[in-house]
């Protein structure tokens, strides 16, 4: 099997409103990982031959220290 990688829609974090283009590979074997946004929301798990790579488009608004 060739690994092969495809855009995804664009996701938004609910935490801080940052933007990431998405893109999936597919792999012959299964991986388990996740990604976390700048912010430190996590917006994906995944444990299939599906990964997820997250590119970075329109950073988030971090709450102000009080």
């Not at 099997?1 to 590979?25: F, H, L, Q, R």
Request: net charge negative; glycine share 6%.
């Amino acid at each position: 099997m060739v690994w092969e990688t495809s855009p995804a829609d664009n996701e938004t974090c609910p935490e801080c409103g940052a933007v990431y283009k998405v893109e999936i590979t597919r792999f012959p074997c299964r991986d388990q990982d996740h990604f976390t946004c700048d912010c430190g929301y996590r917006m994906r798990e995944w444990n299939s031959t599906h990964s997820y790579g997250y590119t970075l488009l329109t950073p988030g608004k971090l709450p102000a220290d009080e």
